[in-house]
């Protein structure tokens, strides 16, 4: 009887969630996360908001909000993929799949935005300012027959989309209780 106690393994503290202290980095990543998305998101409101107010809110949109666009995309983007991450970590095992397909979809969506804003910040800058503007057209963001608005358009619409309505699967009918 002795010899059993003592092979037993101590029972984890758990905090006032219901967590195993295990889990607390884990947390603070998931919360930093989405604290930072939800700060660039309002940020990012408040200047179409105030663009909509001024009556300065059309296609192309100023090279302010463009930027502000481009800054906001590549940062919120490898945070919806660190984010999804803690949630398939803290998914109940038999739905850490659906979580899974959520980070997958989001990592295309991240692929794909970064493919665009990159190139608009770079490519696109660089050929207008030295006059190299034979076939821009395919790559300005806001032009009808656009690859990179086609890119970016899909990013948002349909990677996104997906990956948020897997991750909300993985999350359905779960406990915080680990």
Known sequence: MAKELSHSQPE?????????NNYKPILLLG??????????GIAYFFLILGLAITGNFKLP???LAQNMGAVVDL??????IILIGVLYSL???????????????????TVVVYINRVTQLTVVRQSISTGQTNGLHWFLPY????????????GFSFFLS???LFVAFS??????KK
Do not use: D
């Open 12 to 20: 984890k503290e758990k905090t006032k969630n219901g967590l195993t």
């Open 31 to 40: 919360k930093t996360c989405s604290l930072l998305i939800t700060i660039m």
């Open 61 to 63: 949109p100023p090279e």
């Open 75 to 80: 940062t919120i983007s490898p945070l919806i």
């Open 91 to 109: 998914a109940q095992q038999e739905k850490k799949v659906f979580a899974l397909i959520g980070l997958v979809f989001s990592s295309l969506f």
């Open 143 to 154: 032009e009808p027959h656009s690859v990179m608005f086609a890119m970016e358009i899909t």
């Open 162 to 164: 997906i990956a948020l």
């Open 171 to 176: 999350l359905s009918g779960s406990s915080t």
